[in-house]
């Protein structure tokens, strides 16, 4: 486990030449996670479950300080090694927490062969620095030169090896943490290719479930805590049956999981048979 004191972060490029080289390309997944123990449980049942283990090389969680159960989780699904946890002794938020997870990536690229490396085959079909769902407002598209649409970071794709580098910066804190990214990809001529992940069913994004967690605790020493009393609810990416489709999979969690235990979390997500949301 790593555990980092100082609350300030520095991007690690992507080394050039360590791409892997094998014909099934690798992905690496990073996310950021404060004080929503069941939403991270449902995220890596869904990847080990639903996806399967083989579709990802790799799961880093970068944890924001939780005070919650989540924190008891996260430990033994590291354990486990089904993730690699990235525990901060401080709030660092979203954008520092991603930049975090993909610089921690970064740095292991150089010390694991070739077979373990992360690239994606999308990009070199594509010729794409990015993939994602576009965030579809039109003030953030009107910042690009280039190219069509703003992609949302809650589904975002990126080939490190091209957009992890100076001069495009890392993620920042800020509300919307991949703009300043997406906007220097885009005057650097890279391309930033939309991809329906949530019209066509890919992903169901919930939306707000940190700001939630952050207003119904009374979290007043968090900086967004007067916007999240405002904004606690969620909203599904504009999916029309996002809440359908939440409760459908949150029987299937509770089916198979029953009562939420880091034990029985670890035991669900190692089966290696798939299951079917209806």
């Given at each position: ?29 990073v ?12 995220l ?6 639903l ?34 946890l ?11 927490a ?23 085959l ?12 576009k ?27 091209r957009i ?22 885009d ?18 994004h ?38 359908q ?6 029987d ?27």
């Amino acid at each position: 486990m790593t555990l980092l004191a100082r609350c300030d972060v520095r991007r690690t490029s992507w080394p050039s030449g360590t791409r892997s080289g094998g014909e099934r390309k690798r992905v690496g997944i990073v996310v950021a996670h404060f004080n929503t123990s069941r939403l991270v449980a449902h995220l890596v049942f869904s990847l080990y479950r639903l996806l399967g283990g083989s579709e990802f090389a790799q799961l880093v969680v970068v944890d924001n300080a939780s005070t919650d159960r989540s924190r008891q989780l996260l430990n033994a699904l590291h354990r486990a090694r089904l993730i690699h946890l990235i525990r901060n002794r401080c709030q660092r938020y979203h954008g520092p927490a991603l930049t975090q997870g993909i610089s921690w990536l970064a740095r292991r690229q150089l010390d694991v062969t070739a077979s373990e490396r992360l690239d994606y085959l999308v990009f070199e079909r594509l010729d794409a620095a990015a993939v994602g769902q576009k965030m579809g407002s039109p003030a953030y598209s009107r910042l690009l030169r280039h190219n069509r649409e703003m992609l949302d970071p809650f589904s975002l794709m990126l080939d490190p090896a091209r957009i992890w580098r100076p001069p495009i910066p890392p993620f920042l804190e800020d509300g919307a943490p991949a703009t300043a990214l997406q906007v220097a990809a885009d005057e650097g001529g890279l391309r930033l290719v939309e991809f329906p992940f949530v019209e066509n069913g890919y992903v169901l994004h919930l939306g707000r479930g940190t700001l939630r967690e952050v207003a119904n605790a009374g979290d007043t020493t968090n900086r967004y805590y007067g916007w999240a009393v405002d904004h606690r609810e969620y909203h599904f990416a504009g999916q029309g049956n996002g809440a359908q489709l939440l409760r459908a999979f949150a029987d299937l969690f509770d089916t198979e999981v029953g009562r939420l235990s880091p034990e029985r979390l670890v035991q669900v997500c190692l089966q290696p048979d798939l299951l079917v949301l209806a």
